[in-house]
């Protein structure tokens, strides 16, 4: 009998490999069948950390095999790289049970003329892992094409995308960039401080056995290091947020105040605007859109779980004429990228997102940002944010529409709060990177309406 958790992770892979699904709708769907929380945890670990490494498993695949992955069948690819993952780098898996369930998996797929191969492949992999053939680390000095075989086979990267940071930050900071990819995310909370401060949030968890410690940046984050707040009677009270650190501080750099009147443009699934809700002390008026049914419910219950009173849901599309006067004293687009910046919690995106996709996604966001900027009033903020590393969706959106705007300037230095600082650059935007700071790749950039020429 194969283990449920490799038969749900076989279930997932296979969903995200063809298309059909997403990483975190693929998961969703397979937990609802493994009614033990080890397993789901499992299935998870195995699934997140095949779509990481799959650059570097398909390439010692077909050094076994001798043929390319495209050779083979889809499915006997997908039971290939999942065992692989299990084999190399989870301790706990006993090879042989590995190998087996993996042999069963491809019978049961249909494939059984292609057992003898699996087996041979996955039982080579085991006894060399050690001495893989992957490219090895370049030495001081070596060449361009060198360090991107490195990056993008061995650290499991798209070549584009790894000599790209190679090109822009040098081999050290892309090197450190891939592995913190290749890392496991721990969960990272924010405390809802309309409802608790993060040291009683802190102890409430600890009570729970669940184990965090201060994100180092945000305020009012916190770091989980052992259990799973998710599972404890605290999940869905209201008093956390389930939000990545760079997020957290991107929702800082709003400055949204007691009484002000703010829009979030984009703002399912809510972390953002529950965030600025709290920082205005629930005094004010915080209008939140977002365009498609599901997201606003799914901003809708993330809302009424803060119990943020001061949140006017929209159903809108910013990309359109928004249905408001410029009349807000600070506007978040968090726009829709290409999440690049993102790789190590959302390992799917490296493989599915293509360059010749970044000019389309920067049209799609240049025209959000100009609809964004007519409804601030002059003197208001304009905050433009993605989690991207590519500046096609960052500085050069925002310097496009500078240049279009003349209504719209740069913010100075000190109009960023004084916590946030360290991430401005001197051109005045704001970036979290992963080679210098340890967090996700984040850009935003402040812009302030000077006078409304239109």
Not at 93 to 119: E, H, M, T
Not at 400 to 421: F, G, M, N, R, W
């Amino acid at each position: 009998m194969i283990a449920p958790a490799r038969q749900a992770a076989y279930d997932a892979l296979r969903a995200v490999t063809s298309r059909r699904a997403d990483l975190p709708s693929a998961l969703a769907r397979v937990r609802t069948s493994l009614p033990d929380e080890r397993d789901r945890a499992l299935a998870g670990e195995i699934v997140t950390g095949t779509l990481r490494w799959m650059g570097a498993f398909d390439h010692v695949i077909e050094a076994f095999a001798r043929r390319p992955v495209g050779k083979l069948d889809p499915e006997v690819v997908d039971v290939l790289r999942l065992t692989a993952f299990q084999l190399l780098h989870l301790d706990r898996v006993p090879a042989s049970a590995a190998v087996n369930d993996a042999v069963n998996l491809v019978r049961k797929a249909g494939k059984k003329s292609a057992s003898g191969l699996v087996n041979a492949v996955l039982r080579r992999i085991s006894r060399e892992r050690r001495t893989l053939p992957l490219p090895a680390r370049p030495e001081e000095g070596g060449t361009r094409d060198a360090a991107i075989a490195y990056l993008a086979t061995a650290l499991s990267h798209p070549a584009w995308l790894a000599a790209r940071w190679l090109d822009r930050y040098g081999f050290a900071a892309a090197e450190a960039w891939a592995q913190f990819d290749n890392a496991p995310a721990a969960l990272t909370l924010r405390t809802n401080t309309l409802a608790a401060n993060r040291d009683t949030l802190a102890a409430a968890l600890a009570a729970e056995g669940v184990t965090t410690e201060p994100t180092r940046f945000a305020p009012d984050g916190l770091v989980v290091r052992s259990g799973n707040p998710l599972l404890t009677p605290l999940a869905g009270s209201g008093r956390f947020v389930v939000q990545d650190e760079s997020s957290q501080l991107v929702a800082l750099l709003v400055g949204a105040r007691p009484g002000e009147t703010v829009l979030d443009a984009c703002a399912s699934p809510g972390g953002k605007t529950t965030a600025m809700a709290a920082m205005m002390e629930d005094a004010g008026r915080l209008v939140a859109l977002d365009v498609r049914s599901r997201r606003v419910a799914l901003l809708a219950r993330t809302v009424r779980e803060s119990a943020a009173s001061c949140v006017r849901l929209v159903q809108a599309d910013v990309s359109r004429a928004l249905p408001f006067r410029p009349a807000f004293d600070a506007v978040l687009l968090d726009a829709p990228c290409s999440g690049l910046g993102t790789l190590r919690r959302d390992p799917e995106i490296r493989w599915r997102r293509r360059l010749d996709e970044l000019p389309r996604l920067a049209g799609v966001q240049r025209a959000m940002l100009r609809e964004a900027a007519r409804v601030v009033k002059p003197g208001g903020r304009l905050i433009y944010a993605t989690c991207s590393s590519e500046p096609e969706e960052n500085e050069e959106v925002v310097e496009a529409v500078l240049k279009e705007d003349a209504s719209l300037q740069p913010a100075p230095a000190a109009a960023h709060p004084a916590a946030l600082q360290r991430f401005v650059s001197d051109a005045g935007y704001f970036q979290t990177t992963p080679f210098r700071d340890g967090l996700e790749g984040f850009f935003a950039a402040m812009l302030v309406k000077t006078k409304d020429l239109r």
